[in-house]
């Protein structure tokens, strides 16, 4: 999709394509297409020639490549054409079954459907290839059909297929997707110096690549921000793989902070008030630079270098951020065009330890395009899926209730599935009725032990079946138990499996007491310090590769686990039991040892992890296992009891492990199966098959009703039957371990996503934490999901977003396009979107049940100026005015405290409303705030001064609508400078910003200045009696004089003079006396102040700065 307004996009249309060459033995050909990117095809059977490809570009580059032929190096063709020869193939088919799905399926089957129809042509034709070894082998062989075709034909086709669609095509500059090297000149650069830029996604591992790779060179650090480490290799020490012949190898290592764009809306669909929800769907997207700076500093180091080499996380993020890079760097390399990605390599790396970085840098990469677009499709999903029916549904329901306990309704195709989850358990405990059951209950006491059975059979919710069995038990002639089985074996308790990242999360939340979000935040500071290796991963089994006992060698020292690891050392460690390997990272493990400089959450995460590698690579722990099968010979089949127990004969494992259990409830680590799971440890006396244990009735207690046989106390071995009653009990609320199991299970995000998923439930106010890490549904988050479930339950039930997370990850194996993928999702969900909207009446009648109306909420406030009715407050959030007489919302400014300022009425013209006070900042800095004025486009904050009234008026619509939703923080003024009840005020400049001095409208006796732009305040001296502004101004600089009355014998003017008249930017005697002080812009984070103070507040939001105190102005 082509970017708007000099936004990108990725997969779509560049502005900035290339001209490629490609040399094949063969008959020259020539192909044209509607491609993004010019480059040459591969060379025809026959021989010597050339082809090439043309396309709609603004832009040229050049490319070369050589190759024999398309069956031995199909990568010599221009990427772009390649893959778009591919697409064709598959278009011709799915096209035709698109047609008949539509007739048949609805449109949530539609697209699996299509992606069905995809695959086939591609696995016939990699069947007719099997013989092939290289998958790009195969990728060419898909294209001969076409290049054993007429050249005035292949140009035919591909011009048709250059109108229907342009699948994997990359932003500018062109960066061929998911292209192998093609060529790998050792001579490039022999004799010569060369320049190796290294790009890491965090400063804190470009340091440690720095470190890892520069052995015994100098480093030279330069730059705060993002630092840039430089060293020098000569050709004598160490070469750079790619290029062993250079002289010399210059090395640059950097990062990025992240993601070098974000996705977003172009600026015309960016008004909640203009733009119908519904054409989001169909919008552009543009990516944004996150960091204007970060680009820069990108464009700045690339410049001119020879090769480059991306050292990302090893994840689909990881990847979709290296072409981020490419996008803002590729074509500033030395000898720019296509050929540069020749140059550019990809580091696949788990740790940040000195050993694993030379590993990666000797074991260089390409990048991953295919990986990249499948994150760029999730994004672009999730953009338009949530914001339009977030939009839409916070615009609807705050215009309408005033109690709702979140600033924005937000919907998410993943987030609102799990809310579905917790709500799916609550309303099951809420429907839940409890019912009465009986069992046989036979308690045997010998030597002191005293055994409670398990009746083989189970529960009856008949009171009289069972107590029918009881009496048909005392009734027998003699009624005896008989031992009829023992057996007693050694079963061993298999050791824990390598930790990936929803093991780790679980762990933490079961275990810790950790919450999946802090936990996975922990987890990466231990990452980015070097104690454990990459935190993302869905990999449970360690490769052959990974040094089982380096790693265990790190830890023999420790005090804590140091003797158990020598031991396991000098008798052998195991290897790893089951789990899988999905190819990407090794499971979670420590890279080097503490020595106790780790501390709270990062010390009991770091120790965890510690005592599970070492758990899961020593021996089995063992167990005698002793099971007795009884049977009441009166009852017959009904009569079979049984108890078991075990003892630890082998603590194996155990001895290091300290939780037992964690993960799912009731879900063990030792992986035993579940019969043996409710073995209980415990001794069991010693029976012998066919003993027989006497049953006898007491009389007393029969007469009584008791419904108890025994014998005489005085027996070696008696035993007692009784019926006990029992109730069924409802299911408890999901913890955080049970609800990350069925996300993972019904495939609702990834490794890295999950965490955040949850969290984001927990800040809208949709749930909350209860005790025992469970998560309780709000009365927001029931309605929420009970009106989806109303209008339509695919909009919170998993199916729909497990089918989407199953074809990114098909977009990410090369098995399906982006393009395709996004537009049946989006033409699904915005099937969805309409009928949500026709039907929203149906949630609207569960909000009208459990909220309050607008009109029946809040305390009167303030007067408007047009009705001269009472406004009601209402706190939200966000906090809001109302007028139920004439159904308008004033939206207040959100960051800080509006107080009542009885009484005073806004001097703008034909305004007339009663003013507010609005504090912000610490210590409080208070403004004059008018409800009416605030939301009026001719006195917004954010004009961009533009002279359009209709331009005008938009953005005011845009800024109106982001108050409502709570997302503007006001941490200033809430009028400009101009509005006369500021200017009124103004006594001074702000030499420290662009704003201005005030007097502080709450006056005397403690007199001070305020800063209408920044956080400082001028404290005026305490003698002062009685302040005035007056109407007078300095005629240069605009500002008000003051007239200052001072108390008797304390005026510091000459002669004790107790009356002055100043302007103050120029009076040095009221300088002299004055004290400034600088504070934060920030309130304190107490638990109101802070909900109120944004829609995603942060930790950094609610610090409080501390202040910094002048002497002077």
């Avoid at 990048?367 to 990249?372: E, R």
Wanted: hydrophobic share 30%.
């Amino acid at each position: 999709m082509a970017g708007d307004d000099g936004g990108r996009a990725q997969g779509g249309k560049n502005r900035d394509g290339g001209r490629g060459r490609g040399r094949g033995r063969g008959r020259g050909g020539r192909g044209g297409g509607r491609n993004s990117t010019r480059g040459g095809g591969a060379g025809r059977k026959g021989g010597r020639g050339q082809s090439r490809g043309g396309g709609n570009d603004q832009g040229r580059g050049r490319g070369r490549g050589n190759c024999k032929s398309p069956e031995q190096n199909s990568s010599n063709e221009s990427p772009n054409n390649q893959k778009n020869d591919t697409a064709k193939d598959k278009q011709t088919p799915k096209k035709k079954n698109e047609k008949d799905a539509s007739k048949n399926h609805p449109p949530n089957n539609q697209k699996n459907d299509t992606a069905k129809d995809k695959q086939k042509p591609k696995k016939k034709n990699e069947k007719d290839n099997s013989k092939n070894e290289q998958k790009k082998v195969v990728e060419g062989k898909r294209n001969k059909p076409k290049n054993e075709s007429s050249s005035k034909k292949s140009n035919n086709n591909k011009k048709q297929d250059g109108k229907k669609s342009s699948p994997f095509t990359p932003l500018t500059p062109s960066a061929p997707p998911n292209q192998p090297q093609l060529t790998n000149d050792i001579n490039y650069g022999r004799g010569e110096k060369i320049t190796v830029l290294h790009i890491a996604e965090k400063p804190s591992i470009a340091q440690a690549i720095a470190r890892g790779l520069s052995g015994p060179a100098d480093v030279v650090q330069k730059g705060k921000s993002l630092p840039v480490h430089e060293f020098t290799h000569s050709s004598g020490t160490s070469t750079f793989p790619k290029a062993p012949n250079a002289s010399s190898c210059r090395h640059r290592v950097t990062s990025v902070a992240g993601h070098v764009f974000s996705v977003d809306f172009p600026p015309q669909f960016q008004s909640w008030d203009s733009v119908d929800p519904a054409e989001l769907f169909t919008a552009p997207v543009v990516k944004k630079p996150c960091k204007g700076s970060v680009v820069k500093h990108l464009q700045d180091e690339a410049r001119g270098v020879d090769f480059m080499v991306l050292w990302m996380d090893c994840d689909r993020e990881g990847e979709n951020i290296n072409f981020e890079v490419l996008d803002c760097c590729l074509h500033l390399m030395k000898h720019g065009g296509n050929s540069n990605f020749d140059r550019v390599y990809r580091a696949y790396f788990s740790a940040i330890n000195p050993s694993d970085i030379k590993k990666a840098y000797n074991a260089l990469g390409k990048p991953d395009k295919n990986q990249a677009l499948s994150v760029d499709a999730r994004q672009e999903l999730d953009l338009k899926v949530g914001v339009a029916f977030s939009r839409f549904q916070t615009r609807f329901f705050q215009g309408r209730y005033g109690d709702l306990d979140s600033a924005v309704l937000s919907y998410g195709p993943c987030q609102t599935p799990t809310l579905g989850f917790c709500v799916q358990r609550h309303v099951a405990i809420e429907t839940f009725t409890p019912e009465p059951y009986w069992t046989l209950d036979l308690k045997v006491l010998k030597r002191g032990h005293s055994l409670h059975t398990t009746w083989g059979g189970g529960r009856s919710f008949n009171r009289n079946k069972v107590e029918a069995l009881v009496t048909q038990c005392t009734e027998s002639d003699s009624p005896v138990l008989t031992v009829t089985k023992v057996v007693t074996k050694e079963k061993k308790q298999g050791r824990p499996i390598p930790l990936n990242t929803v093991a780790l999360l679980k762990a933490c939340s079961k275990a810790l007491g950790i919450g999946p979000h802090q936990a996975m935040q922990t987890a990466e500071r231990l990452y980015l310090s070097g104690y454990l290796s990459y935190p993302r991963t869905e990999s449970s089994t360690y490769p052959k590769s990974f040094d089982i006992r380096g790693t265990l060698q790190q830890q023999s020292s420790d005090h804590r686990w140091g003797n158990y690891v020598q031991n396991l050392l000098a008798n052998g460690h195991n290897k790893s039991r089951g789990g899988v390997d999905m190819g990407d990272h090794p499971p979670i493990t420590p890279c080097r040892s503490s020595s106790g400089e780790l501390s709270g959450d990062m010390a009991r995460v770091y120790e965890f992890v510690v005592r599970h590698f070492i758990a899961s690579v020593s021996q089995d722990a063992v167990w005698r296992s002793t099971r007795v099968d009884f049977e009441l010979e009166p009852l017959k089949e009904k009569g079979k009891f049984s108890v078991s127990g075990k003892e630890l004969v082998d603590p194996g494992f155990l001895a290091v492990l300290l939780h037992r259990e964690y993960g799912n409830e009731g879900e063990h680590i030792d992986g035993l199966r579940d019969e043996e799971e409710d073995e209980e440890e415990r001794a069991v006396p010693e029976f012998k098959e066919g003993e027989v244990i006497p049953l006898v009735q007491d009389k007393a207690s029969s007469k009584g009703g008791s419904g108890n046989v025994t014998v005489a106390v005085s027996a070696h071995c008696w035993a007692s039957l009784g019926i006990k009653e029992k109730m069924t009990t409802a299911p408890s609320h999901l913890t955080e371990s049970e609800l990350i199991s069925l996300m993972e299970k019904h495939e609702i995000g990834t490794d890295a996503s999950i965490a955040t998923h949850i969290e984001n439930i927990q800040k809208r106010n949709y749930v909350a934490l209860g005790n025992n890490r469970k998560l309780v549904p709000s009365k927001l988050g029931l309605v929420l999901v009970q009106g989806y479930h109303q209008i339509d339950s695919g909009l919170v039930l998993p199916k729909i977003r497990s089918d989407i997370e199953g074809q990114c990850n098909k977009i990410a194996k090369g098995l399906a396009d982006r393009d395709t993928v996004v537009k049946k999702a989006i033409e699904v969900f915005l099937d969805k979107f309409q009928f949500f909207v026709k039907n929203i009446d149906k949630m609207d009648i569960l909000f009208g049940s459990s909220f309050a109306k607008l009109e029946d909420v809040g305390k009167p406030f303030t007067r408007c100026g047009n009705s001269r009715r009472y406004l009601q407050y209402i706190p939200g959030p966000p906090a809001r005015l109302y007028n139920k007489f004439t159904e308008t919302v004033y939206p207040l400014p959100a960051g800080g405290n509006v107080k009542q300022w009885t009484g005073r009425k806004c001097t703008v013209p034909d305004c007339d409303f009663e003013l507010c006070l609005y504090s912000c900042g610490q210590p409080p800095r208070t403004f004059p705030l008018c409800p009416n004025c605030y939301n009026n486009s001719d006195w917004s904050l954010d004009s961009s001064g533009t002279d359009d009234p209709i331009d005008r008026e938009d953005e005011h619509k845009e800024k109106q609508i982001q108050k409502i939703a709570g997302k503007t923080l006001v941490l200033e003024c809430p009028l400009p400078d101009h509005h006369p009840l500021i200017e009124e005020m103004t006594v001074s400049p702000d030499p420290d910003s662009d704003g201005v001095l005030i007097l502080d409208p709450h006056l005397g006796p403690k007199w001070r200045l305020v800063s209408t732009r920044n956080p400082t305040i001028v404290h005026l001296p305490k003698s002062i009696d009685k302040l005035t502004v007056m109407n007078k101004a300095d005629d240069v600089l605009g500002c008000h004089y003051m007239k200052i009355d001072f108390k008797a014998g304390e005026s510091p003017l000459e002669g004790g003079e107790l009356h002055h008249e100043c302007c103050y930017p120029t009076d040095e005697i009221m300088q002299g006396v004055s004290r400034v002080y600088h504070g934060s812009d920030r309130l304190k984070a107490t638990g109101g102040d802070a909900a109120e103070a944004g829609v995603e507040g942060t930790a950094e939001e609610a610090e409080v700065e501390v202040g910094v105190e002048d002497k002077s102005f």
